[in-house]
């Protein structure tokens, strides 16, 4: 960098020029006007004498860095083609502006100074810690970690109809379904912070109290979920905190789609020849240890709410007919996966030896996960690479797309309309493309 000025040489006295010809590290008067020096761009003491290793006879550095203004290096033997100077850019007293100690983030993810700070990972129906690209990329990019889960008021109580938006049965499931994501957690280094409130609410706090860079979560598909996620996105900008969405609910990625999705096909038996060639990505494995909880913010972890906090009789779980038999979480989601991926197995296995029709159609004949695969316990590549291991164990037949021989082509049957359905309530869940849609409905007066 260049220097705005030269200082003179001036009035030497003969003692003071023999002093610095045998000293060529002369040190001038305190007394001339100086400005700033830059601290990061200035060379080591090093660094500093090799730059000037063609012996100049006279080197002027001032003794006082609070009084500098400028700073010229000369020589008197031979002169430099160009004069190498130095500009100031901190403040005279460098106590008014100290500097900061945290390291600007590079644009390369992939290095190690390119970590955030601190980030907010929002569970929603995501309730895992396996296949969850989310928790995963946040532990990937961040110093520290917070995970948050909040019991939205707005989804219980009764709807405008008059109906529980929650009953207790799916509450107690919920309930239990966090309680062990909480342990999970626990077991990898981590915890989980519990709230009742409204999440735009919820997360600014916590994202300001921890000084949050960006809050992680996965998208939604449906409509009041998107516009929660506006909401938030809203709150989040004014305070200066990033928002990062994933998608991780299908089992096709809505980034793999071969269409975008206003597109999207309005039947399922185009949408089914479009996709089915599709690669399906692989699952991504569980982490062994995640990042620890912010320092900062000292947050407490809150408490698991009860039935009767989130306002819904513990007494109408018994007053219905039939017994709960379902416990929510995401350790009972891979037993029953793995029990499921048995029988199909022995039954694929049974009718091989028999000769017959191997199919696992049949009323008495589910994977019966619905309940975890809705809450995001498990994900649905995770059920489609459980059962692929198993059918590739058990037959060299390769199966095919659709309903068929194997559990394998069951289930990417049920999948594939489950994807579907997903897909069309993203594609309808805006608010442009609800008003675009609305002469093909019954009603076009209910999307405020």
């Not at 012996?55 to 400028?70: E, G, R």
């Not at 929002?122 to 917070?146: G, I, P, Q, T």
Request: overall charge neutral; charged content about 25%; some cysteine.
């Amino acid at each position: 960098k260049k220097m705005d000025s030269n200082i003179e040489e001036k009035n030497l006295s003969p003692e003071t020029k023999s002093a610095e010809e045998e000293n060529p590290l002369a040190i001038i008067h305190s007394s001339l006007p100086i400005a700033s020096l830059s601290l990061t761009l200035f060379p080591t003491s090093t660094q500093f004498l090799k730059l000037f290793s063609h012996h100049p006879n006279k080197v002027k550095i001032p003794t006082q860095a609070s009084s500098l203004t400028h700073l010229s290096l000369s020589s008197s033997v031979s002169p430099l083609p160009s004069r190498i100077s130095f500009k100031s850019t901190i403040a005279a007293n460098p106590l008014q502006s100290p500097l900061s100690i945290v390291p600007r983030r590079p644009v390369d993810p992939s290095s190690a100074a390119a970590l955030r700070r601190a980030a907010v990972v929002w569970f929603r129906n995501d309730l895992r810690v396996h296949d969850n690209e989310c928790l995963n990329s946040a532990n990937d990019e961040c110093v520290s970690v917070l995970p948050v889960y909040c019991f939205d008021p707005r989804d219980y109580g009764k709807s405008s109809s008059g109906f529980d938006k929650t009953g207790p049965f799916r509450a107690q499931f919920l309930i239990e379904s966090v309680s062990e994501l909480r342990k999970n957690l626990q077991a990898r280094g981590s915890n989980l912070v519990v709230r009742v409130g409204k999440p735009e609410a919820v997360l600014v706090e916590l994202a300001k109290e921890i000084g949050a860079d960006a809050v992680y979560a996965h998208r939604e598909v449906s409509h009041d979920e998107v516009k929660a996620e506006g909401k938030i996105e809203t709150a989040m900008k004014e305070e200066g905190v990033e928002v990062k969405y994933f998608w991780g609910s299908t089992l096709y990625h809505l980034d793999d789609l071969p269409f975008k999705i206003e597109d999207l096909p309005s039947n399922y038996g185009a949408f089914k020849d479009k996709v089915q060639k599709l690669e399906i990505r692989k699952t991504i494995a569980a982490l062994d240890q995640l990042k620890s909880l912010p320092s900062r913010g000292d947050v407490e972890l809150g408490d698991i709410p009860s039935l009767l906090d989130l306002g819904i009789s513990p007494t109408a779980r018994t007053s219905q007919e039939g017994k709960l038999t379902m416990v929510g979480g995401e350790t009972e989601a891979l037993t029953r996966l793995k029990s499921f991926a048995a029988d199909c197995q022995a039954r694929l296995s049974k009718g091989n030896q028999k000769g017959g029709n191997n199919s696992v159609f049949g009323a008495n004949f589910s994977c019966k996960i619905s309940p975890w695969l809705a809450m995001g316990s498990i994900s649905p590549r995770s059920m489609f690479d459980e059962l692929k291991k198993t059918i590739s164990a058990s037959t060299t037949t390769t199966p095919r797309n659709g309903p068929g021989d194997t559990g394998l082509n069951w289930l990417m049957y049920e999948l594939l309309w489950r994807d579907f359905f997903r897909f069309i309530t993203k594609k309808y869940s805006s608010a442009k493309t609800q008003v675009e849609a609305g002469p093909a409905t019954a009603c076009t007066g209910a999307f405020a």
